[in-house]
């Protein structure tokens, strides 16, 4: 997945007005214009790196920025991901704007790779739509750099009907059937949501791609099974509820995916240091 530098771009202006409205008046106030230096971005922690290739966006063009480590890398703490030498000023105000775009893409894709890895090769998983504005393209690209799949990138990606749907299909007078009946006759390909042994059923009937939503394992072991007489083909998904601690436990079943908007709206950033080291005569040396 090729790094979302557009969306990147206009989450960065908004950024710097935010950040930078008039100035840096701190550092214009100590710091020379023309002063070069030589820093460096070093993890204080272990996780997977995300984000990279927005350095040199977010640190702008008088800076070079130069790699030590690519998307995806297992970081140990006091390894250093990228140099950067250029003014010290420029350095110094668009700090705090750059690390919070790799702290945030490196939290997820390092949460991420943790679910991967208690959920076992078999199982995939997948991110949700759970994302503050703007942010949805880069959090997708982090998920993936943690070794999990990209669900619907939006409303317009692929039909998910969901309980809200059925519900006031129901008002209107439609039955669960129906809506699926309805529905699988315009659309071959759709996802729709259950939370019932009934509905889940009913939806193998109509769709290969059934999300098991907000069900204990006991629960998603029946449901799964009945769905697999059904429609053995089928693609099952659960969320809802999952955690670190019981995703073991759900890697036992016979689930081919499983959704968690916890990797994107409860963000545990990841602990990044800027340390400029030392002065230097040009951008290129040092």
């Given at each position: ?12 202006r908004?950024?710097l007005?935010?950040?930078i ?22 993890a ?24 030590q ?53 078999r ?64 659309n ?15 939806a193998?009937?109509y769709?290969?791609h ?18 697999r ?16 601690n ?41």
């Amino acid at each position: 997945m090729e790094f979302p530098q557009r969306a990147f771009q206009t989450l960065l202006r908004l950024g710097l007005e935010e950040d930078i409205p008039k100035s840096d008046i701190t550092t214009e106030a100590i710091v020379p214009h023309d002063f070069l230096v030589r820093a460096v971005i070093i993890a204080k922690q272990q996780g997977i790196l995300s984000g990279l290739p927005g350095l040199p966006l977010s640190f702008g063009n008088k800076c070079r920025v130069d790699f030590q480590k690519k998307d995806s890398d297992i970081l140990q703490p006091g390894e250093t991901i990228a140099v950067i030498r250029g003014p010290a000023a420029q350095i110094l105000t668009l700090e705090r704007i750059s690390l919070n775009f790799i702290q945030r893409s490196s939290g997820i894709a390092t949460i991420t790779q943790r679910f991967v890895e208690r959920a076992g090769k078999r199982i995939k998983i997948l991110g949700t739509r759970k994302t503050p504005p703007g942010y949805r393209e880069l959090d997708r690209y982090a998920i993936v750099m943690g070794g999990g799949n990209a669900h619907r990138a939006h409303l317009s990606d692929q039909i998910l009907i969901k309980e809200n749907h059925f519900y006031i299909a129901k008002l209107l007078g439609k039955s669960f059937e129906a809506v699926l009946q309805d529905i699988a006759s315009k659309n071959a390909v759709f996802q729709t949501e259950v939370e019932t042994l009934e509905q889940a059923c009913i939806a193998a009937k109509y769709t290969d791609h059934i999300l098991l939503d907000n069900m204990a394992p006991p629960q998603l072991e029946i449901c799964i099974k009945e769905i697999r007489k059904i429609n053995p083909e089928a693609q099952i998904e659960a969320s809802g509820g999952i955690t670190l601690n019981n995703i073991p436990e759900l890697a036992l079943l016979d689930l081919d995916r499983i959704s968690l908007g916890y990797l994107t709206h409860s963000v545990t950033t990841f602990d990044f240091s800027l340390d400029i080291q030392e002065s230097i005569r040009s951008i290129s040396g040092g």
